[in-house]
């Protein structure tokens, strides 16, 4: 799953797109992945299944990641 985030990723940047939502991956069990945004983060959420207590939050909190990072505020 988290593959499939990199090579998307590896196909839109090439074209100027910006990838915004750069998640954490303090919490999770990732050693290595091509959606690996850098050392300490993934492109967009991972919802790990095994922590469904926390999905709510961490959806929450992305989809305000996103918001910022789009600037959305400001076309408002």
């Known amino acids: 799953?988290?593959?499939?985030?990199g090579?998307?990723?590896d196909l839109f940047e090439p074209t100027g797109a910006i990838i915004v939502g750069h998640w954490p991956i303090g919490g999770y069990d990732i050693e290595a992945s091509k959606g690996m945004?850098?050392?300490?983060h993934v492109d967009g959420l991972y919802i790990a299944g095994h922590q469904n207590e926390l999905i709510e939050e961490r959806v929450n909190a992305q989809g305000q990641q996103?918001?910022?990072?789009?600037?959305?505020?400001?076309?408002a």
Do not use: F, N, P, Q
């Open 66 to 75: 996103v918001y910022d990072g789009l600037c959305l505020a400001e076309l």
């Open 37 to 40: 945004a850098d050392d300490d």
């Open 7 to 9: 090579m998307i990723r």
């Open 1 to 5: 799953m988290l593959d499939a985030k």
